[in-house]
């Protein structure tokens, strides 16, 4: 049976669950902290929107980590790449400093942030497409573009 979240209703532009909300979810929790990769490729997949997997980008944080124990500023980016995405407040040095300060935190916000946004996050990219076609729903991808170049 899979975790229930109990957001809380937010503000435009904020981040739906907060820092240190980690046991709101505690499997993410547990296995973010056993294992980060695992949540930051969950995370990375959706946030590429399918051009990395969740394996790639889990292994490849992981080798970050290990070679450079530049993981943390790999997560960085990806949360500056989310709050784009996603209109949240914030500026790439908070980023960095929740990465600096709990790494694991910071990981289990953004997974938290996505499954509040109604991603299934054991799916991946492609199963949540797929599961929101099947629906009746707009697919996920990039917006379709009408004509051609014009002068």
């Known amino acids: 049976m899979e975790a229930q979240l109990h957001a809380k209703p937010h503000a435009q532009g904020e981040w739906s669950t907060g820092f240190c909300d980690c046991f709101s979810d505690c499997r993410n929790c547990c296995i973010t902290l056993c294992c980060p990769c695992i949540t930051f490729g969950q ?59 709990c790494n694991l935190c910071a990981l289990t916000q953004q997974y938290r942030e996505l499954k509040h946004r109604g991603f299934d996050m054991s799916l991946g990219w492609a199963g949540n497409a797929e599961k929101q076609q099947n629906q009746g729903g707009v697919a996920m991808g990039a917006p379709a573009f009408q004509g051609g170049m014009t002068r």
Do not use: P
């Open 43 to 101: 995370v990375a997949e959706i946030v590429d929107r399918g051009s990395k997997s969740c394996c790639a980008a889990g292994a490849l944080y992981m080798l970050i980590d290990l070679i450079t124990s530049c993981g943390r500023m790999y997560a960085c980016f990806y949360s500056g790449k989310m709050r784009a995405q996603y209109n949240i407040k914030g500026d790439g040095c908070t980023d960095c400093l929740k990465h600096f300060c």
